[in-house]
């Protein structure tokens, strides 16, 4: 968030470092008895606008900056299928088993034969909690026939349905024989309507076939399963449905070598509804937090809950937006809302119409101006050197690093550099202490900082056997509400000046 303002600003000064690091002296080339003077030697100069680190670091597709220099830090979040029409249309899976009973007349109380067929109409209900569907097209769904009885034959079972058609209109006609055992019958594609919702008839026509019946009565269970069932699309009454939603995370807003915190003022968070359902909806957010190591929770909405109208809209339509401000840890910062979408809220009892396509989409944008305040913001770095490479350093007497800064950035630095040898795994010298400042710009003119570094007797050795800087920047706006634009930035000039002293031996020629 606002925190990328700050890295901008730590990238340059690894940057300056890093064009230091490119020269060395090479004292092979000084001819000579004596080695006694001075060389001054150029190392770097750089001049960076923030502008050009965002276009050098490609992030200038999330920081806006326009022909004026004023930035700022675009994020979204897009929450597709917060409510999903599918999770609407599938019903729960089924079973049943129907007990029919059928007289056989007899003849003088003797066994006969049985060749009739006898119609039986059966309603099923649909299990589902929260739509009525008085017509549908069936996703998918399969049916499953068995059939027990004690009679030997029954002959062939037709199973038809005036609630389910094919596309062309024709009636379901399904023809079962019991002695195959169980038999299925796929529903995809098929169209379902009915008179009362959630209610499919069934019609069995059993065809009684027994060679020879004894008993006075047929006894007849029929097993009905159903599995899979869901609409592509339906007609009918929705309930109210709620899906809650969640976000539970830690995120760093910079790498671990940054620590500390900022202040975020009026950040601009947008929220962006498409509603493809053909009825009202709602979004609760009854938690919205944020937290870190050094920042207690705290909401970022107030009041809560928040409720956000969500009316049907084929696109991204604007229904909030409000400023937020408030502390980021930026090394290990935790997030938490809970939310719930719900589709119609009010229990409207109205016909609709509704596909597995239908859903509820959100963006959130958050746009944050680049003026903050921030204190207690450390950044630690390291730099490759090539002072390890002199050749002869027991001719290098004294070592004095100048560094010049010109800076616009309203930002103050100050902190500690140090020599660190990777070989030995130790830190060899303490080239600045926390006291030193590289003075920020609070009036849009440039102010200059001029840092001398000296090296002498012993600490010169530990220098030429270091291979590294370790850069510990504090950064601070000094209570001030600063606000970066792309045309601020830094200019460095970076010199050495090289004290010799002793005698250069024939053979080193």
């Known amino acids: 968030m606002k925190t990328s303002k700050i890295l901008l600003v730590t990238l340059s000064l690894a940057l300056l470092f890093a064009s230091c690091k490119k020269d060395h002296y090479n004292v092979s080339n000084v001819h000579g008895v004596s080695a006694e003077g001075e060389v001054l030697l150029p190392l770097a100069k750089g001049s960076y606008t923030l502008q050009d680190l965002i276009q050098r670091f490609q992030i200038d597709t999330l920081i806006d900056c326009n022909a004026s220099g004023e930035m700022t830090y675009d994020y979204y979040y897009e929450h597709f299928g917060a409510v999903n029409g599918e999770s609407l249309l599938r019903f729960k899976d089924w079973n049943y088993v129907e007990y029919f009973s059928i007289e056989i007349p007899y003849h003088d109380g003797l066994p006969h034969q049985v060749d009739t067929v006898v119609g039986v109409t059966q309603p099923v209900t649909f299990e589902a909690d929260h739509i009525h569907a008085i017509a549908a097209t069936l996703k998918s769904g399969r049916l499953e026939f068995s059939l ?8 062939e079972v037709v199973v038809t349905s005036t609630d389910i058609t094919d596309t062309e209109g024709n009636t379901l006609y399904f023809v079962y024989h019991p002695e195959e055992g169980q038999t299925g019958l796929d529903l995809s594609g098929m169209l379902y309507h009915t008179e009362e919702p959630n209610v499919l008839n069934l019609d069995y026509a059993f065809h009684l076939m027994a060679s020879e019946v004894s008993a006075p009565v047929i006894e007849i269970d029929a097993y009905v399963e159903a599995s899979d069932l869901a609409f592509s699309e339906m007609t009918g009454y929705v309930d109210t449905y709620a899906s809650s939603s969640r976000i539970d995370t830690i995120f760093s807003l910079f790498p671990d070598n940054v620590s500390g915190s900022i202040e975020v003022e009026d950040a601009l968070i947008t929220l962006r509804e498409r509603n493809s359902f053909s009825m009202a909806s709602q979004l609760e957010i009854d938690t919205a937090q944020v937290w870190g190591e050094t920042i207690q929770p705290y909401s970022i909405f107030t009041p809560l809950p928040l409720m956000i109208d969500l009316p049907p809209h084929p696109s991204f339509t604007e229904m909030f937006h409000q400023p937020v401000s408030g502390w980021i840890d930026l090394h290990s910062a935790h997030a938490f809302s809970s939310s719930v979408f719900t589709v119609n809220p009010t229990g409207s009892n109205q016909l609709v119409t509704i596909s597995d396509t239908c859903r509820i989409d959100v963006r959130v944008d958050v746009s944050i101006p ?11 770095d390291t730099v490759n050197m090539k002072l390890n490479e002199v050749e002869m350093p027991e001719l290098v007497e004294k070592l004095t690093l100048d560094i010049t800064f010109q800076s616009t950035l309203p930002i103050e630095l100050s902190g500690k550099f140090m020599l660190y040898d990777s070989e030995t795994e130790r830190i060899t010298d303490v080239l600045l202490d926390e006291t030193s400042l590289i003075a920020a710009s609070y009036d849009g003119q ?38 970066l634009n792309g045309n601020q930035g830094l200019q460095f000039f970076a010199k050495a000046k090289v004290k010799y002293k002793g005698v250069i031996e024939n053979e080193n020629f």
């Not at 027990?148 to 002959?155: E, F, H, I, P, T």
């Not at 680049?370 to 630690?380: D, E, I, K, P, T």
């Not at 007797?457 to 606000?483: E, K």
């Open 446 to 483: 440039a102010h200059e900082t001029n840092v001398v570094v000296e090296i002498t007797d012993d600490r010169v050795q530990n220098a030429l056997s270091s291979d590294r800087i370790i850069l510990c920047f504090d950064l601070d706006t000094d209570a001030h509400d600063v606000s």
């Open 148 to 155: 027990v009885s004690n009679v030997d034959n029954l002959g």
């Open 370 to 380: 680049f003026s903050f305040n921030v204190s207690g913001l450390r950044y630690l």
